[in-house]
């Protein structure tokens, strides 16, 4: 698939005009280091331009969908100023870029989480609604699916 080939923590699947995107480090619970923050911020800059695809769905490899920042790299950038100013300008890209899609956004949880568990934000953008009939129009808000919302 042209230009996706070199992410390394997010794999990419075209089913039809349906792109799903997977975070891709189980072993970590899909913990958010250094290099899947970088990727992050550029896919769905990405995504957006990609003109064979009309809806993303967003899920995650193995038992979580996504267990949050990896601890040893949220230290290092405590530690280093140059990091933290980095970390914070990727993680701009990644709101401003799934606020600027203009496609659907599903995000599709691997396992339903007890309790009040993590969400994460997912956004159907001003362009999209447009398009989306008026009882489908979902405002941004932090969703969170089990499994069996999207197959």
């Not at 967003?58 to 990896?70: H, I, K, P, S, V």
């Not at 007890?114 to 447009?130: D, E, I, N």
């Amino acid at each position: 698939m042209k230009g996706y080939e070199t992410y390394r923590t997010i794999s990419v699947e075209r089913r039809g005009r349906i792109l799903v995107l997977t975070l891709d480090r189980p072993d970590a619970l899909n913990a958010v280091n250094a290099a899947f923050h970088a990727e992050l911020a550029r896919i769905f800059v990405e995504v957006r331009h990609d003109a064979e695809a009309d809806v993303i769905v967003l899920t995650g490899r193995g038992r979580a969908f996504c267990a949050g920042g990896d601890i040893d790299w949220m230290q290092a950038a405590i530690d280093d100023p140059a990091l933290f100013e980095e970390t914070g300008r990727q993680a701009k890209e990644i709101v401003f870029g799934q606020l600027d899609l203009d496609k659907p956004l599903i995000c599709r949880s691997t396992a339903t989480p007890p309790g009040s568990a993590r969400r994460w934000p997912c956004c159907a953008t001003s362009s999209s609604r447009r398009r989306m009939p008026r009882s489908a129009i979902r405002t941004c808000r932090w969703a969170s699916w089990p499994a069996t919302a999207v197959r």
